[in-house]
Structure formats: structure tokens, C-alpha cells
């Protein structure tokens, strides 16, 4: 197997939504997994996220859907916090002001043991504890 990536919401909500911009970036990073030519790490908060916005629009089956998708993704694996989760997220927004979710997510991935963060926030550049590559 490939490297390990860390992936922030965008990546799944881009292509669960066809965003015309960046769905077919996402695609081929979640095409990596699918083949195996890597293995990915995605928060559990990233959940939270992704189901807010079907779940605005009454759209509770497609929240069920998305979530099986997720839940079913070949070499991904979905984490809860722990406690070096949290000392990290804490350490990552006491020095880089990110926002809480950003943090858990950066924090998430570093755990696991990722190489790279997948985002496209360009805030989350500033982050040193881990390579950040923009979709």
C-alpha cells in the first residue's frame, strides 16, 4: 500500500456534491484509495460536517447515504478522539489559531501517522507538523 493521507471534509463533500471546480481533483485522491495506492485517515467530526448540509435540507436519506459511503470506503479509516488527539488539536490552536475542527482534523491525521494532509484551506498552511497539499 502507498502513503498515508489525511482528508479533510471537502474532499467527500466536493464529489458527494459534484462541485464543478474541484470534484474531479477529489475523485482521483479518492480513486487512490479505492485502487489502494493509498490509505487515508478522516476525523469523525468530518461526519458532523458532512451531513449537516443534507441534513438542512430535510434530506435525511441522503445523509444515510452519505454516511454509508463513508462507512464503507475501501482504505479509510475513521477516527474518534483519544486524548493524543486532543493534546495535539489543543497544541495546533494554541500556536496556530486555527479553528477547532481544523485542528482535530490536522491532529487526526498527524496520529494516524499521515504524511500529508488533503484540504483546501489555505489557512492550514501555516501548520509545520505536517505537509498540507491545497486540492
Do not use: W
Amino acid at each position: 500500500m502507498g502513503h498515508i493521507i489525511g482528508l479533510d471534509t471537502c474532499v467527500f463533500i466536493y464529489v458527494l456534491e459534484a462541485n464543478p471546480e474541484y470534484a474531479r481533483r477529489a475523485e482521483n485522491i479518492l480513486s487512490a484509495l479505492e485502487r489502494g495506492s493509498a490509505s487515508a485517515v478522516f476525523a469523525s467530526i468530518g461526519l458532523i460536517e458532512i451531513l449537516t448540509g443534507p441534513k438542512k435540507k430535510n434530506r435525511y436519506d441522503l445523509a444515510s447515504q452519505y454516511r454509508a459511503i463513508i462507512a464503507r470506503f475501501p482504505h479509510l479509516d475513521v477516527m474518534g478522539l483519544t486524548e493524543p488527539i486532543i493534546e495535539l488539536a489543543s497544541g495546533m490552536r494554541a500556536r496556530y489559531g486555527i479553528p477547532t475542527p481544523d485542528a482535530i482534523h490536522l491532529a487526526t491525521a498527524i496520529d494516524f501517522g499521515a504524511e500529508t494532509f488533503i484540504t483546501n484551506d489555505k489557512r492550514l498552511k501555516k501548520v509545520k507538523e505536517i505537509n498540507v497539499s491545497l486540492l
